[in-house]
């Protein structure tokens, strides 16, 4: 399995910016898609986005399209989301994890997950 480290969350105004990473060990990075899911208070965990093994394919669920960016970068095993223009309602525990699809993927396509990295975007 790979162990997955988030950082980078915190609190910020409406508008502002943050960017999220998230470190891996263990196996070899590149074996993996790549995703982003985020948990609000009371509700369930939903996916945010998701990219491909090389990096060349992503996928965005349609509340942060435009705005959000996933990336990873294989040389330094670490995994990227650009938050953009944030909203109240983006604010979450954000996760990270390692799994086997990027095109609209499902908590069940990830096998490794991050601890999380609280995000609060304030109006």
């Known amino acids: 399995q790979v162990q997955l480290v988030e950082s980078g969350g915190g609190l910020v105004q409406a508008g502002g910016s943050l960017r999220l990473s998230c470190t891996a060990s263990g196996r070899t990075f590149t074996s993996y898609c790549m995703g982003w899911f985020r948990q609000a208070p009371g509700k369930e965990r939903e996916f945010v986005a998701a990219?491909?093994?090389?990096?060349?394919?992503?996928y965005y669920t349609d509340s942060v399209k435009g705005r959000f960016t996933i990336s990873r970068d294989n040389n330094k095993n670490t995994l990227y989301l650009q938050m953009n223009s944030l909203k109240p309602e983006d604010t979450a525990v954000y996760y990270c994890a390692a799994g086997s699809k990027w095109h609209a993927p499902k908590e069940a396509d990830f096998g490794s997950w991050g601890r999380g990295t609280q995000v609060t975007v304030s109006s």
């Open positions: 990219i491909s093994w090389g990096g060349g394919n992503t």
